[in-house]
């Protein structure tokens, strides 16, 4: 019997795939995906996901795959600039990090590959969890069954294993989806990468040079958008709400930019998560919303903590009864933290949304940006402090 089936290789899945291996415990990898290549991936590390890696000695990854510090955040309010704060923070040691996350899961795989106690098993999607007298005992693949001591769910916010665990996820209200662009950067942002937010009457778009120097860009897409975002002329679009530098470029590279990609963004979590034989984590358990990149940062706390609990736990005979104590810790430890995070998310969002409905006040901020920069500029730091460095104490234990 498999000791560990983790279902998912993401950020979650292989980093902990890695850690157990490292300590002797069998584990198996699956992944519904063939590759890594997916039409998008969060890949801001900010200095919690960082030092995560470090705790983990991982950061040498970081230095191996495409990777990119921002230089700063700026923010656009009817074509004129309402503040901007320059990498890294007053807070942080180290700035914000964009790394190829197609690149770094391979780099984690590839490590622990080194490990006879590892497989991974790309291309197979989990059709159903099997269960024995109330207990998850294993992974079914078409026709192929894998039995194992723990069942681990890190297969994202649509995730099956939850599903079929019958675990329910509780949606918090979300009234924005993204869509998805990318373009050829050209020179643009090159030698300075600046995460641009732009704002100009009620729509907005984020803008950023990514670690393989493509352009992406994410527009919001309001539940209360009158548009029919399918036929929209997109190139126009982007243009019209553009400042001139960027407008310019869009126009010089137009035949680049590709066709959107949907992105609906779903945000919630599980009261419970887990089952006796079975644990989520990750966006399985937590989807968070993009806002401030959270997703893989939070993902890789999480690993540190289950880590900490499952290697004492696993690297002798599982005692089941042992382990349905254990498993509840995981969550105690973790959901403060996730709960606060989708919180400083949802007041980032409102912030937004302020200016978004009110024409005047839009009016005023960029009339008045010289006057009251000073004041939005120290705000907006004030609330990023947790969203960077995370808002509990995470230690890995085996570093």
């Known amino acids: 019997m498999t000791q560990v089936v983790i279902v998912g290789a993401g950020p979650t899945g292989a980093t902990l795939a890695l850690l157990l291996v490292q300590h002797g415990i069998q584990v198996k990898l699956i992944e519904a995906s063939r590759d890594f290549r997916r039409v998008f991936r969060g890949e801001a590390l900010m200095p919690s996901g960082l030092d995560a890696l470090k705790q ?88 192929e069954q894998i039995l194992a001591d723990l069942v681990i769910g890190c297969d994202g916010r649509n995730s099956v294993v939850r599903q079929k665990a019958g675990l329910s996820l ?36 984020g803008l950023f040079r990514s670690s393989e120097n493509e352009l992406q860009l994410g527009w919001g897409l309001h539940a209360d958008d009158s548009i029919n975002w399918k036929e929209i002329d997109w190139t126009q ?33 599980c009261p419970q998560w887990h089952q006796p034989g079975l644990l989520l984590l990750g966006d399985a358990v937590h989807p968070l919303s993009p806002i401030r990149a959270q997703g893989i940062n939070m993902a890789l706390r999480d690993v540190i903590v289950a880590a900490n609990y499952l290697i004492p736990l696993l690297s002798k005979p599982v005692n089941h009864n042992e382990s349905g104590l254990i498993l509840p810790l995981i969550q105690a430890e973790r959901e403060p933290e996730i709960i606060r995070i989708q919180q400083l998310q949802q007041q980032e969002i409102a912030q937004a949304e302020k200016l978004r409905g009110s024409a005047l006040l839009r009016w005023l901020a960029s009339r008045f940006a010289p006057v009251i920069r000073p004041w939005i500029r120290q705000s907006w730091l004030k609330r990023q402090q947790q969203l960077r460095q995370g808002v509990t104490q995470v230690h890995y234990l085996f570093g």
């Open 170 to 205: 509780e949606k918090l209200s979300n009234n924005i989806d993204i869509l998805w662009f990318k373009l050829a950067a050209g020179s643009l942002l090159e030698s300075e990468n600046i995460f641009y937010s732009i704002l100009k009457d009620r729509n907005g778009f």
């Open 56 to 143: 983990m000695g991982l950061s040498e990854l970081i230095a191996q795959i495409p990777h990119k510090a921002l230089d700063g955040w700026e923010f656009i309010l009817e074509e004129r600039s309402l503040f901007r704060v320059d990498e890294p923070m007053e807070v942080d040691e180290q700035p914000c990090t964009l790394v190829s996350q197609p690149h770094l899961l391979e780099a984690l795989i590839q490590k622990a590959s080194n490990y006879q106690e590892f497989e991974f098993l790309p291309g197979k999607p989990v059709r159903d969890l099997i269960k024995q007298e109330g207990r998850v005992i294993g992974v079914t693949l078409g026709e």
């Open 237 to 269: 679009m982007l243009i019209a709400n553009s400042p001139a530098w960027l407008a310019q470029h869009l126009q010089n590279y137009s035949h680049t930019i590709t066709q959107p990609i949907l992105l609906s963004v779903v945000v919630g979590r």
